[in-house]
């Protein structure tokens, strides 16, 4: 079949590596200017792949999709034809002893949602500078022990780089998909089905967000704000969030001495760069776990816009020659191989 992808985010990247291996012709249509060009929220991803931590305020499905996906990313890695990182050595809560209280609702909430091999275990303070030597301050910790996350920059270029044989047409904005059809500024393009994957971007410029309608065209932008440490000389070995009553907070390690500091979830649309307030916060929570960070260097931020629909969830709606998928929200990289395949299967079961 000849498949038209509009957005080459992570969605749009995954589909077109599956339908491209499935012998299909692809073309892939985004407004960036080439692959690398950082537009999509993929590439500003911190790249945690939690299934259980997400059980604070997502459903049990998230949670579902969030395993299977994790089992896909381990098939789908080793098949790129460049290298991503990708770990399962769990993740950690941790608390400062004076926010005990509101951490223990947090934990006690993911005891009662997890099922029985994924509930979180607690951690004497033997245990957890064994596992994390770097980590002073906090007075409780507790593991996570099936989470994981991967690098998502290097995941978005290999992404696209091995889905060999697709079409990719840059600096071309979608501005409308019918069945069968898209439409650029350059003219109608005829498909035998097209895919919308284009995030944030698939609302229509001037349509007003409504907070009651599930539909992947009423997508609104959840701001988030993210830093890069270059941090020589500190140790991390897994993703740690920091259980803290006002702002949540989390820490990644990523090769080359990076750690992301992440990161704010604010509803506005605004793409600006990141605000004092966030900047404070997150740092000095980061550091009040991590005291080595002290010296490290703030070499990047970045702020990007999760697509999120009214209830927060995902969704795939499928009509005659024409999906749209989206909603992935603050969960993209846990959940979109699941999304994926679930997509794909009904489209071939068409
Ligand atoms: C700060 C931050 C931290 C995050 N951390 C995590 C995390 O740790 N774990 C996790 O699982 N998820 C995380 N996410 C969420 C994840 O990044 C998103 O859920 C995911 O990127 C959504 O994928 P998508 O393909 O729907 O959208 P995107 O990745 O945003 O891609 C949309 C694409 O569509 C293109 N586009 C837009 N309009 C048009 C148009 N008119 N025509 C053509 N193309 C168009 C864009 O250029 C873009 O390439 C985070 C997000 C942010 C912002």
């Given at each position: 079949m000849k498949i038209g992808i509009a957005g080459a985010g992570l969605l749009g990247r995954l589909l077109a590596?599956?339908?491209?291996?499935?012998?299909?012709?692809?073309?892939?249509?985004?407004?960036?200017?080439?692959?690398?060009?950082?537009?999509?929220?993929?590439?500003?991803?911190?790249?945690?792949?939690?299934?259980?931590a997400e059980l604070e305020s997502a459903d049990e499905n998230?949670?579902?999709?969030?395993?299977?996906?994790?089992?896909?990313?381990?098939?789908?890695?080793?098949?790129?034809?460049q290298p991503v990182s990708l770990t399962h050595a769990g993740s950690l809560l941790l608390a400062h002893r004076t926010d005990t209280g509101a951490a223990m609702r947090i934990v006690g909430l993911l005891e009662q949602k997890a099922p029985v091999d994924h509930k979180p275990r607690a951690l004497s303070p033997a245990e957890l500078s064994e596992l994390e030597p770097c980590i002073h301050g906090p007075?409780?910790?507790?593991?996570?022990?099936?989470?994981?996350?991967?690098?998502?920059?290097?995941?978005?270029?290999?992404?696209?780089?091995?889905?060999?044989g697709t079409q990719w047409h840059w600096n071309t904005p979608v501005v409308q998909l019918e069945s069968g059809r898209l439409i650029t500024a350059t003219g109608s393009h005829s498909f035998d089905h097209v895919f919308d994957t284009r995030g944030t971007g698939m609302r229509e410029a001037g349509r007003p967000f409504d907070a009651h309608d599930v539909n992947c065209l009423n997508v609104r932008g959840v701001r988030?704000?993210?830093?890069?440490?270059?941090?020589?000389?500190?140790?991390?070995?897994?993703?740690?969030?920091?259980?803290?009553?006002?702002?949540?907070?989390?820490?990644?390690?990523?090769?080359?001495?990076?750690i992301v500091v992440g990161a704010s979830e604010i509803e506005s649309e605004d793409?600006?760069?990141?605000?004092?307030?966030?900047?404070?916060?997150?740092?000095?929570?980061?550091?009040?776990?991590?005291?080595a960070l002290a010296e490290a260097r703030v070499v990047h931020s970045e702020t990007n816009l999760r697509p999120a629909l009214a209830d927060n969830l995902p969704r795939i709606e499928h009509q005659a020659g024409l999906t749209r998928i989206n909603g992935l929200f603050r969960h993209g990289w846990l959940i979109a191989p699941a999304v994926v395949e679930e997509a794909l299967n009904t489209f071939s079961g068409h």
């Open positions: 590596l599956h339908l491209v291996r499935q012998g299909h012709e692809v073309h892939v249509f985004d407004l960036a200017s080439g692959p690398l060009a950082r537009g999509a929220a993929g590439w500003t991803a911190a790249g945690m792949l939690s299934p259980t998230i949670f579902r999709q969030g395993l299977r996906s994790i089992e896909l990313w381990s098939q789908i890695i080793p098949g790129l034809n007075g409780r910790a507790w593991l996570l022990p099936h989470e994981g996350h991967l690098n998502t920059v290097e995941a978005m270029a290999a992404l696209q780089s091995s889905a060999v988030g704000e993210i830093f890069w440490l270059h941090a020589p000389g500190v140790t991390l070995n897994r993703p740690v969030r920091l259980l803290h009553p006002r702002h949540r907070v989390y820490v990644v390690p990523r090769s080359n001495n990076i793409r600006s760069p990141a605000s004092l307030r966030t900047t404070v916060e997150l740092l000095a929570a980061a550091h009040s776990m991590l005291p």
